[in-house]
């Protein structure tokens, strides 16, 4: 394999015997590939949570930077008032 570098890790008994098992099985052809195939999965979802991240970003920033409220001033009175009557104690009055 041409580029490649080889590299000791330790690992638990429990990830040695799934390996091993799984070449066993004919799963994979050897440790190697087993290994090889979790990094580039794992490469793989950290790309992803990268772009999930930077989406959120995105929205977050034109959130930020649109000017317009995204609720009127009465919604914003009506959903503050069904919050409150949610969060008051049952039974009337709030004080007690």
Same mark, same amino acid.
């Given at each position: 394999?041409? !580029?490649a570098?080889? #590299? $000791? #890790?330790?690992?638990?008994?429990?990830?040695?015997? %799934? =390996?091993?098992?799984?070449?066993?099985? !004919?799963?994979?052809? &050897? /440790?190697?590939e #087993?290994?090889? *195939? %979790?990094?580039?999965?794992?490469?793989?979802?950290?790309? @992803?949570d990268? @772009?999930?991240?930077?989406?959120? +970003? /995105?929205? =977050?920033? +034109?959130?930020?930077? *649109?000017?317009?409220? &995204?609720?009127s @001033? $009465? @919604?914003?009175?009506?959903?503050?008032? /069904?919050?409150?009557?949610?969060l008051?104690? $049952?039974g009337g *009055?709030? /004080?007690?």
């Open positions: 394999m041409p !580029g570098e080889k #590299v $000791s #890790v330790t690992l638990t008994a429990e990830m040695v015997q %799934a =390996i091993r098992a799984s070449v066993e099985r !004919g799963e994979y052809a &050897s /440790a190697s #087993v290994v090889r *195939d %979790a990094l580039r999965r794992w490469q793989r979802q950290r790309m @992803e990268a @772009e999930r991240l930077d989406a959120v +970003r /995105a929205r =977050i920033r +034109r959130s930020l930077d *649109d000017p317009r409220p &995204s609720l @001033e $009465s @919604e914003v009175d009506v959903e503050l008032a /069904a919050l409150f009557e949610e008051a104690p $049952s *009055d709030a /004080a007690a």
